[in-house]
């Protein structure tokens, strides 16, 4: 394995000729804190219900101070055990001396825990926090969590989430970086290198875990754990492109889907598995199941019984079995009857316990007492970070006759149940935060604005007060309207069927617009919502996501216009939920929607998405010229000029697309190649440029062979995937 030394491969090999085969299965066996007595259910469906709203975080909290809890001590000490789900360091450290010191073989654990957007620091969810188009931001914010979940004894991320995904209605959209595989595969580069490549010292790096290989984000319908069925072409050009971006870059482990793909559940899916991850991408870690999916193999109907689902899974390639423990209850029987080779498991025995020497744990298994007291308060450094992507992912997508930004002494009534809530800036499968960290968007607000006063009115859930609707129109120059969803609506198993602005939040919206005064909506959000009617009648619309803990500044900073908002849409917005799924990077068809009857539209929806991937308005403007495309002999040389031509300084990001013309197969009309983020004074032009190697303007056809074929090519740059400068070029391969 890559970063390993020749000492550290010598002691894996030695460590394997010494163990049993007990002791090589146990290794493959990821467990967690089980509750008994009053409350029976598995630690991780616990997490579940919290992070999915049937308990509260509070409920959470008194259930693990009351409930008996076991921590598997006895397999642990046995060998049976090789991963633990725990983010307690103290606890942690137990377990690891149970496994270090009073095991046979002396290996320590892997401590693995759900860490998508921050471990203390919550930052934004990854689907806002991609709209920052910024790279850098996304390896910071991934080596903050490394060292913050480090110095808990967390030293696996099941993170980044990289799934593509096109459909708003899918609740895990949140989780992942939007609808572009180009995006999509550079957030999960900076990723890697955030969470991996700090290697100086092992508090300073964890083993990344791509998410959900592979398809996960194409489930049928936009429903959750739904199944997958997709053209070849589709799987190589668009799915798999952000998990082998990843596993170029040095990703550790991954981490099976649910989902099935064309029939073949991921989890036992060898040619997912071995031969396109393991053997075509010469993936060198190991992968895991995600919670409980070798069980349900057995439910998707593939397999018969537990035994026949951890046979299939071993055999196809899946090295830990999450949370079932059916490898080691079956897998030895399974060797011995000749079922499965004892290749198969000292494989998987070998790529685990590589992984683990490459994170040091042999060397340094337990947590310092001074790393468990870094963390105690939260670094001004963290808050930083944690506050600037935050206001890097705010979306200004309207701002009709310029009533943003707010001037500081206006009078502003302040609306929504939202507003005051800590736990709901959060952002779905967030674990580790503290209250006391969190800033709602009142407090940012109060801080701000001194002329403030605060109306609940109402919020996704619940009736509306209209004595506080009245008072609030009453008192404001400007409405501050913070309305959208709560936690529990995105996230997994959060798949909605409408995707307008829940409950009667439209109809306050009515009510406030009635009043007269200018409203601005602040949406809080984890998927993109079909916002027609908001679009067509609120003048001022801010996308604000679930921005983590630095919210309420974030808001704040930006309404007042102390920061220029440079956010820009990694997922498509539709005016409809009808029209999902919806995507900017999409087929084209023989009769192209248009007014006229006979062509692809709905009869009763706009064409195309309300809002675009790429979108985003700022405080300024920007105009764009001089598009040039110049061919050398093995790339092309792409410009084009960007002026400020407004009264403030910028930060524009610059796109350029590419269409295929006409191929062997139909190409997308367009595809995302490059971004550029450039910092503009008013008033002053830059040159934005990029090189396009000519071996990137390919594509895979459905054998999954790679073609380069001559032709027409298109090459547009903008401030959107919609409006574009476009210069057209002849290519000879």
Known sequence: MKGLTEKQIQKVEELLSRMTLEEKIGQMNQAATSLVGGFDVPFEELIEMMTDGR??????????????????????????????????????NELQKIAVEESRMGIPLIIGLDVIHGFRSVYPIAIAEAGSFDTDLFERTASM?????????????????????????????????????????????????????????????????LKHYVGYGAAESGRDYNTVSMAMHQFYNNYLK????????????????????????????????????????????FVVSDANAIRECVVHGIAEDEMDA??????AGMDMDMGTSIYVKNLKAAVEAGKVPVAVIDEAARRILSVKMWLGLFDNPYVSEEAMKRYETLPDSHRALALEAAEKSVVLLKNEGSVLPLKK??????????????????????????????????????????????????????????????AAGDWGDVIVAVLGELVSMSGEASSKADITIPGRQRELLEMLMHTGKPVVLVLMNGRPLALEWEYNYVPVIVE???????????????????????????????ALTGQCPVYYNHMNTGRPGSKSKFTSRYLDAPLGSLYPFGYGLSYTTYEYSDLKVAETEDSLEVSVKVSNTGERGGRETVQFYMQDVT?????????????????????????????????????????????????LFRIYAGGSSKDCLMEEVRIKF
């Not at 064309?262 to 010469?282: H, Q």
């Not at 951890?310 to 055999?315: E, H, M, N, S």
């Not at 952002?427 to 002329?451: H, Y």
């Not at 000519?694 to 999954?704: I, L, P």
């Open 310 to 315: 951890g046979i299939q899974a071993a055999l």
């Open 663 to 711: 191929a062997t197969l139909v190409r997308p009309v367009k595809e995302l190649k490059a971004f550029r983020k450039v910092e503009l004074e008013a008033g002053e032009t830059k040159t934005a440029a990029f090189t396009l190697p000519k071996k990137e303007m390919g594509f895979y056809d459905n054998d999954g062979v790679y073609r380069l074929e001559d032709g």
């Open 409 to 470: 002494e206006a009078r502003i009534s302040l609306v929504g149940n939202l507003a005051q809530s800590r736990e709901e800036i959060i952002g779905a499968w967030a674990m580790s935060w503290q209250e006391k960290d969190c800033v709602p968007i009142l407090q940012g607000m109060e801080e701000t604005f001194p002329n403030l006063k605060y109306f609940p009115c109402g919020g996704p859930e619940g009736d509306i007060s209209m004595n506080e609707v009245i």
């Open 55 to 92: 308990i509260s975080k509070e409920e959470f909290e008194k259930i693990m101070s009351t409930a008996e809890q076991d921590f598997h001590e006895d397999e642990i000490r046995s060998g049976m055990i090789g991963s633990f789900m725990v983010q307690d360091p103290v606890k942690a």
């Open 242 to 285: 952000p998990f082998a971006a990843a596993v170029d870059e040095g990703a550790m482990t991954v981490m099976a889907a649910f989902n099935d793909l064309n029939g073949v559940p991921c989890t036992v899916n060898e040619f997912l598995l071995r031969k396109t991850l393991k053997e075509s991408l010469g993936f060198p870690g």
């Open 544 to 574: 604000a996501w679930h921005l983590g803990i630095e919210m309420g500044h974030a808001v704040a900073r930006v309404l007042s216009g102390e920061k220029n908002p440079e956010g820009r849409l990694s997922s498509s917005f539709p």
């Open 145 to 209: 969590a490394a060292k913050e979940s480090r110095a808990a004894g967390v030293a696996w991320h099941f993170a980044p989430m990289v799934d593509v995904a096109r459909d708003a209605r899918w609740g895990r959209v949140s989780e992942g970086p939007g609808e572009d595989p180009y995006l999509g595969s550079e957030f999960a580069r900076a990723k890697i290198r955030g969470l991996q490549g700090d290697r100086s010292s092992t508090e300073n790096y964890v083993a990344a875990c």
